[in-house]
C-alpha cells in the first residue's frame, strides 16, 4: 500500500531563513514523488518531480527535493525563504505503472518578515 | 497553453438541489482525476478515468454523486440531491497516461450547499 507521511502540518521561518518540509513515503516498489504547491484559492501546482536518475531534483521557486530511498524520504528545501512562499504544500507519491495519486495532508507554510 | 478549465468557480445552492461540475482537461491529455478538499479530510481522490473510461471510483462517496466524461474534452461530476456536508472544494486534474507523468490541476470550484 502507498502513503505519505508529511511530518508538521504547519512550519513557520523567517523570511531569509531556510525552509526544511519533511516527507516520508511507504511505498514496496521505487515510486514516482511529487511536490505540488497551492496557493490561497488555487489548484495544486507542480513543484517538482522524481522518477528516475539524479537524486537531487530541483524545482520551480528555488525549490529542490532529495530522494533518499534509504530513509524513504523526499524533503522539500529552499536556502531561503520568500514572503510569497507563503502557502500550502503537498507530498504525492505515485506507484509505478499506477495512475492515481496519494497525497499527504500537506504543510502549511508561514514565513515571517 | 491553457490548462485545465473547471467551472463554475464557485457554486452556492440549497441542500436538495442538483449541482454539476464541469472539467475540461489540457489537450492530449488522456487520465482525468476528480478530487474533494476539505479541511476534515484533505485532498480525496474520487474517481479517474482513463481514455474516457472510469477506473477507480471507489473514493465516490455514495450514490448521490456521479461522474461522466462523455469525450476526451470534457467530464462531469454531479451530485443529486446535494447536502451540506458536500461543501468543499473540488478540482479536476488530468495527466498524460503514465505514471511518471505529472498531474496538471485546475483552479476547482468552491461548492456550498446551504
Known amino acids: 500500500a502507498q502513503s505519505v507521511t508529511q511530518l508538521g502540518s504547519h512550519v513557520s521561518v523567517s523570511e531569509g531563513a531556510l525552509v526544511l518540509l519533511r516527507c516520508n513515503y511507504s511505498?514496496?516498489?521505487?515510486?514516482?514523488l511529487f511536490w505540488y504547491v497551492q496557493y490561497p484559492n488555487q489548484g495544486l501546482q507542480l513543484l517538482l518531480k522524481y522518477t528516475t536518475g539524479a537524486t537531487l531534483v530541483k524545482g520551480i521557486n528555488g525549490f529542490e527535493a532529495e530522494f533518499k530511498k534509504s530513509e524513504t524520504s523526499f524533503h522539500l528545501t529552499k536556502p531561503s525563504a520568500h514572503m510569497s512562499d507563503a502557502a500550502e504544500y503537498f507530498c504525492a507519491v505515485r506507484k509505478t505503472g499506477a495512475n492515481n495519486l496519494f497525497f499527504g495532508t500537506g504543510t502549511r507554510l508561514t514565513v515571517i518578515p | 497553453d491553457a490548462g485545465v478549465i473547471q467551472s463554475p468557480r464557485h457554486e452556492v445552492t440549497e441542500m436538495g438541489q442538483e449541482v454539476t461540475l464541469r472539467c475540461k482537461p489540457i489537450s492530449g491529455h488522456n487520465s482525468l482525476f476528480w478530487y474533494r478538499q476539505t479541511m476534515m479530510r484533505g485532498l480525496e481522490l474520487l474517481i479517474y478515468f482513463n481514455n474516457n473510461v472510469p477506473i477507480d471510483d471507489s473514493g465516490m462517496p455514495e450514490d448521490r454523486f456521479s461522474a461522466k466524461m462523455p469525450n476526451a474534452s470534457f467530464s462531469t461530476l454531479k451530485i443529486q440531491p446535494s447536502e451540506p456536508r458536500d461543501s468543499a472544494v473540488y478540482f479536476c486534474?488530468?495527466?498524460?497516461?503514465?505514471?511518471?507523468?505529472?498531474?496538471?490541476f485546475g483552479d476547482g470550484t468552491r461548492l456550498s450547499i446551504l
Open positions: 511505498s514496496s516498489v521505487p515510486p514516482y
Open positions: 486534474a488530468s495527466s498524460f497516461d503514465a505514471s511518471n507523468q505529472p498531474q496538471h
